[in-house]
């Protein structure tokens, strides 16, 4: 076996727009629902706003740089809509879209191949306001206007693009990951709903990429978690099959094989949850091809049988406090399955499992299914950092939970799985989609708190230097 990864493989990390980048409304860009849903959770938890972020939109170039010390040669960050198209369409932004001129060209002129996504929660306010955005069906036509510009703006100098992030994880946290209006609160069949015109936005951004981008590559970055039965009892591992199917085949079958699942559909229907499907729509997915799988992957997770007696439907808890055991609750499907604790793994202080070997496992198990290449466009260590007196900050444990993780892909490439990139959550720290900045995932410190954005000084952490020499050994250190 070779000791090292794949000759051209890429090294990188992650960030995304709104959780990274500040000038929330400032310099022609108007909030996005992220701005207003990270207001609420500065009013109600105080965590950080997006206002200012990590201050990336001003220190985009010392970002970069220290990219390129790591030895980067890729990283993945996403657009904001409402930066290029302020009111969603209409008139695009000139200073937006020049922030992302600027940015990928610093990034080409260092070597660095930008992956990037187009949606990564954060859609314009103004269409929210409009017409309650994703609930809406017209959402698809204007996120094909807001493609079709930044594709054809960046066609020459973009290979890699991802679509939608996480829909998997929007249909599961709704409410944090989308803004529901009060008429629709508690109505569970706009998750699919939502989900639904996602995938016609998903497929019109891989026929855009595929018709304009020469030699383009293209696919979604899901959110994903293998799941486990609890026990080696019949019925859990009935119930494993069942929150598989329904908490992401129904995501990668769109994606490679244009279908929904048959067996969560049927659930769906079953329970007056099914997506409205007009006609034409799965014609239209099945053009949409996906070249790869990119793989947001933090944890595995776990599921038993469950009896239906007429308890109801309910989904994820969230554990805001950062104290082991507070998660609020776990997903619930009677007569389906019902998620668990995994009593054989630990967790982070935010009770996210850490499981080194569900990332062999699903990238094993997602090869065999779909024979697609894969990537990693996430995946971390949420801790609570601290930065020593002589500015310091020594993230053993996040060069633990990585080191493990990498060996985990190695060894799936190693069985013959086709990956292409590792980029993990995240370049720098930066804001929380749960959590605000005080769980920090980054390579790079950057000082501030969730009261106090002071300067967003950059201090390097010790992961720092052990990436720098993963890198530079092509991952034959580990
Ligand atoms: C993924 C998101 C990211 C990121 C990460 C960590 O679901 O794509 O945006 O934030 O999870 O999650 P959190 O910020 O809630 O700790």
Known sequence: MAKTFPEGFLWGASTSAYQVEGAATTH?????QQDVINKDNYQKYGFATAEIASDHYHHYKEDVALMKEMGFTAYRFSIAWSRVFPDGVGEVNEEGIQFYRDLIKELKDNGIEPIVTLYHY?????????????????????????????????????RYWTTINEQSIIV??????????????GNDQIRYQINHHMNLAHAIACKLVHELVPGGLVGAPLGYAPVYPLTSQPKDVLAMLNAEDLRNHYYTDIYFKGEYTKSAMIYLEEHGLAPVIEEGDMELIKEGTSDFLALNYYASECCKWCEDEGQGIRYNGVNRSGKKGDLSGFETHPGFYQMCKNPNLDTTDWDWAIDPTGLEYAFRDLYTRYGKPLMITENGFGAYDTLTEDGKVHDDYRIDYWTKHLQALKRAIDKGVEVLAFCPWSAVDLLSTSNGVKKRYGFVYVDRTDDDPKECKRIKKDSFYWYKDVIESNGGNL
């Open 28 to 32: 022609g860009k108007k909030p996005s």
């Open 122 to 158: 954060d859609l314009p306010w103004a269409l929210v306001e409009k017409y309650d955005g994703w609930i809406s069906r017209q959402v698809v036509e204007d996120f094909k206007y807001y493609a079709e510009y930044v594709i054809n703006e960046f066609k020459n100098d973009v």
């Open 172 to 185: 599961q946290y709704i409410d944090q990951k989308n803004f529901i209006p009060e008429k629709y609160q």
